[in-house]
């Protein structure tokens, strides 16, 4: 037997409907801030990811889906959606119409990874970007808006952290400063931290081992090194997160894996995870709009891992399973034939219904209306239709009340919507 590739896994049908209704939450909250969808594809060349997330970064170093095409194209499966909504922002030139644009995306994304809980090598995220919008407020209404969206799902276990990278002004200064100190502590560093201290310093400050973590530990804050317009940013960010009560942390460590990131970075963490505690990670990216070719324009977004979310929503699954309104229980070819006709109908006029076409007995129908659980069933024997009625029963009161077969659909949608 065929089994699934490693890390990847399927979203079976008893799972599907709280994906369903996580997304559709997302969706109509984002579309009510002024967010529209976009959809770009999951293969995208290479050089787009090299040059966007970077290329000291775990991501492009390790993890990347990357294969030749049948021409010799260095083609990847996404990583990430950010790369790919600011290419799509600059091939379609939409700054020039207007400038500002806000856009979300839900769909899979791609990383090899070593696969553990919460974490898979195809995996989904629902991203939101907004462009064109240098401003604070901006800011702290996405991460707002972040917040909601996990009110509205009624997850509680969860914190949100911020934190300020900067920007290619004032950066330098703490780069240098971490420099120095991870030199001379270089011996407690791991090897992937060795190497990242001269590359890419800040993202040792993100590392999990315990050594590098306790030689961080008294690593300067970068919020120290913030020029005055960073450092006004961020200010502007917090007081408006406690104005709209949004609890928050400032996380001095927070640096994120992606080396786009300028100022205002945030995620949502929770402890309902282990090890992956992260569930939605965002910040600007003020640079990468014209690192990518395009003009200068400042964006900000996040992503919220999908899978992650799906795992600490705590809804009652039971209130989103969807069963059938009617169960028809037809007897007889000629039963069966009027079943399917009027289930038809009856689907189309939106009203859940399932037929069984197999021919069993009336026992064995009634069993399997149980098992779906289904609201009515409808029964469609013999001597019902000699009568020109059928029976509709109410599974809960066990009440039953007899149509006619004129008029039936009509006559049951009046019965079933009253
Ligand atoms: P990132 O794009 O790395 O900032 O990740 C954003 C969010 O996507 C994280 O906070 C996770 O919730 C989720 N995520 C990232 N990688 C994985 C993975 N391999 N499996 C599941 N979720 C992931």
Redesign the pocket.
């Known amino acids: 037997m065929i089994q699934l590739i490693r ?1 990847f896994k399927d979203i079976l049908p008893e799972e599907s409907a709280l994906w369903q209704h996580i997304e559709n939450t997302a969706r109509a909250l984002f579309e009510d801030f002024g967010f529209r969808e976009i959809r770009p594809p999951v293969l995208e060349k290479t050089e787009l990811f090299k040059r966007s997330i970077g290329e000291d970064t775990d ?1 492009v170093e390790k ?1 990347m889906y990357t294969f030749p095409d049948r021409k010799g194209d260095l083609l990847t499966l996404r ?4 790369a790919s909504v600011v290419r799509s922002y600059i091939q379609h030139k939409m700054y020039a119409a207007d400038p500002i644009r806000k856009m979300y995306t839900i769909g899979p ?1 791609f ?1 090899r ?1 070593r ?1 553990q809980k ?8 629902i991203n939101a970007e907004v462009f064109g919008e240098a401003s604070p407020y901006i800011d702290a209404q996405l991460i707002f808006m972040l917040v909601s969206l996990f009110e509205k799902l009624s997850v509680t276990d969860s914190n949100v952290h911020i934190n300020s990278l900067g920007c290619p002004e004032c950066r330098p200064d703490f780069r240098k400063a971490l420099s120095e100190l991870l030199e001379s502590r270089k011996k407690q560093l791991c090897e992937d931290c060795i190497r990242r201290s001269e590359r890419n310093p800040l993202r040792v400050l993100d590392c999990k081992v315990p050594s590098c973590r306790e030689a961080v530990s008294d690593a300067p804050s970068i919020i120290d090194y913030l020029c005055p317009a960073c450092a006004a940013h961020f200010d502007t960010v917090q007081e408006m997160l406690v104005k709209q009560n949004v609890r928050f942390e400032v996380d001095k460590r927070l640096v ?3 080396d786009y990131y300028t100022r205002t970075t945030f ?2 963490q929770t402890g309902a995870l282990g090890a ?1 505690s ?5 910040g600007r990216y003020d640079g990468l709009v014209e690192a990518l070719g395009g003009p200068s324009q400042p964006a900000i977004g ?8 799906v795992e600490i929503v705590t809804l009652n699954q039971e209130s989103l399973a969807k069963h059938p309104m009617v169960f028809i229980a037809a007897l007889g070819d000629e039963g069966i034939r009027n079943a399917w006709l009027w289930s038809n109908d009856l689907c189309m006029a939106g009203i859940r219904t399932e037929v069984d076409f197999s021919g069993r007995s009336l026992k064995s129908l009634m069993k399997r209306a149980d098992k779906v659980n289904a609201s009515y069933v409808m029964i469609v024997g013999e001597s019902e239709l000699k009568e020109g009625s059928v029976v509709l029963r109410d599974m809960k009161t066990k009440e039953q009340h007899t149509f006619s077969m004129d008029n039936l659909v009509e006559n049951l949608k009046t019965f079933l919507y009253q």
């Not at 919460?118 to 995220?125: I, L, S, V």
């Open positions: 890390g991501i993890e990583p990430e959606a950010t994304m990383r990874e696969p919460g974490r898979y090598r195809q995996f989904y995220q994120r894996g992606l995620e949502i992956q992260a569930v939605a990670g965002g996040f992503a919220i891992g999908l899978d992650r979310l």
